[in-house]
Every structure is written in structure tokens, then in C-alpha cells.
């Protein structure tokens, strides 16, 4: 049985978490598992928007008890390699050439709390509840930390990677970990299909290169040389078939092409 399904709904792959009995807790084949479905999805290109979600009351409880007692037998050398298995998850994840939403519903611990971190963006419900809670087992947050540290900032992290302490979904959506805060999972839904809707209005090569303009540019001091990375990607971009398809489109009042023709309604 696999831990991670893959759902192609029209140009949406809605990858989901499938462990709902151990509350989509990671171990190494579930870490396996979601890499390599990510993989393929960034590979299909008919596939515009990557839904991260998890099935049942938790979107993920953080390590898996029985890894976690594993892991407590390997040396130095086999925790790096476990490690870097996560990490690879991690930047998969950050750095997909799609938009990826994460869905979270209820507890979202430790690695979770990476998942949704790595995500652009991530729309939770009032029961979501939050942990960075590795200190208090004599550990550390580290392969997640790069993309934690992103979304809610260093002066969170300092709180939270050191107290371990809990937070709820206000406090995840003050800290820019949540980018969206719904009533109830109906209600999510519904705003995920809103902004899965604003996300095939633009043009897919257009919102890749917009990751990557962001990663180029979040943290880096003002310079002549930041200033004409910028200036040369706008004109790369504007020069591309994307970009000339979007200006024509603009200028003759018309949709581009990569937003899909509505059909007309029955009277």
C-alpha cells in the first residue's frame, strides 16, 4: 500500500499524504515516496498546479515513531544520508516548477510544519495546530530550517525552534506561515478553488520564472549586480513565447492562450 496518491484532476496534481492512522507521520519510504511523486508531476506538462494535502484529522504528526527508534541506532554517517533524503524532499518541494498549495488540516509538526513552509502557498483551518518541537528531544530543526526561517522570519524561529512550544493557526497566520485561515475544511476547499483559479490565469512559464525570481533576489543587498540580474530576466521574459503571446493578448483585448476557452452555456 502506498503511503502518498497522486490525483490528476484536468491541469491540478493533488498529491496527498495516505497514512491517516499513523497521522501522516514521515519515514524514510514515505519521504521516498513523496519525492519521487513530485518528481513526476514537475515532469508533466499538462500539470499547471501541485495541491499538497493529507488525509484524515492531521496533515502530519512530524517523524514516525518506529524511524525515529532506527534512526536512534545509526551512526553519524547513516543520519547524514537519512538526513539528506528529507532535505532532497524538501528542496523538491521549494523548488517545483509548478505552484504548490498546501492543504493543512489539524496537527502539523516538525517536518510537516517544513512541508508547508516549502509550499507557495498554504491555506489551513482554525484546528491546525503547529510544533517545531525537536529541541525538546536534544534535537534541531535542520534540514527544514532554511525554508522555516523563510516563511515566519528569524526572530519566530528563535522562539519556536528553541521552546519547542506549540502554536495554533492565528499565530501560524500572523507569522506568514498560513497565507490563507478558513472555518472548516469545506471552506478550504472552496478557497483553494479560488486560488487555483488565479494561478491558471497567469502563464505557467511566467510563474516559473517568477520562483525563480524570487529565491535570486529574497536577502540580497541592493547591488549593480542584483539590478541587472533583474533587468535581464524582464527581458528575457518579455522576448519569450509566453511573454509575446501575454502582451499580444493584453494589447487586442483577448485571453492568452494558456487560459483554456470557456464553454458556452446552455439556454
Not at 489551513?124 to 495546530?129: E, I, K, V
Not at 528569524?154 to 507569522?175: I, K, P, S, V
Not at 513565447?241 to 493578448?249: C, K
Request: glycine fraction near 8%; charge should be negative.
Amino acid at each position: 500500500m502506498s503511503f502518498v496518491l497522486t490525483e490528476i484532476d484536468g491541469p491540478i496534481a493533488i498529491i496527498t499524504l495516505n497514512r491517516p492512522d499513523k497521522h501522516n507521520a514521515f519515514d524514510d519510504s514515505l519521504i521516498a515516496d513523496l519525492t519521487a511523486r513530485l518528481q513526476a508531476v514537475d515532469n508533466m506538462a499538462d500539470i499547471r498546479v501541485v495541491v499538497l494535502s493529507a488525509a484524515g484529522k492531521s496533515f502530519s504528526a512530524g517523524a514516525d515513531l518506529h524511524w525515529m527508534k532506527r534512526m536512534a541506532a545509526y551512526s553519524e554517517l547513516d543520519n547524514e544520508r537519512d538526513a539528506m533524503a528529507l532535505a532532497t524532499l524538501m528542496k523538491t518541494l521549494h523548488s517545483l516548477g509548478k505552484p504548490t498549495i498546501a492543504r493543512v488540516q489539524g496537527a502539523a509538526y516538525g517536518g510537516g510544519v517544513g512541508l508547508i513552509a516549502c509550499c507557495d502557498i498554504a491555506v489551513g483551518t482554525h484546528d491546525a495546530a503547529f510544533a517545531l518541537s525537536e529541541t525538546r528531544l536534544g534535537l534541531i530543526p535542520a534540514v527544514i530550517s532554511p525554508y522555516v526561517i523563510a516563511a515566519i522570519g528569524e526572530r519566530a524561529a528563535h522562539r519556536y525552534f528553541l521552546t519547542g512550544e506549540r502554536f495554533d493557526a492565528g499565530e501560524a497566520y500572523r507569522l506568514g506561515l498560513l497565507s490563507e485561515l478558513v472555518n472548516d475544511e469545506d471552506e478550504m476547499d472552496l478557497r483553494i478553488e479560488k486560488v487555483v483559479a488565479d494561478l491558471l490565469a497567469a502563464g505557467p512559464d511566467a510563474i516559473r520564472e517568477a520562483k525563480l525570481l524570487i529565491d535570486a533576489v529574497a536577502g540580497q543587498p541592493l547591488s549593480n549586480a542584483l539590478i541587472a540580474d533583474t533587468a535581464a530576466r524582464i527581458a528575457r521574459v518579455r522576448v519569450s513565447p509566453e511573454g509575446q503571446e501575454g502582451l499580444r493578448a493584453f494589447l487586442e483585448k483577448r485571453n492568452p492562450a494558456w487560459i483554456a476557452p470557456t464553454l458556452p452555456s446552455e439556454e
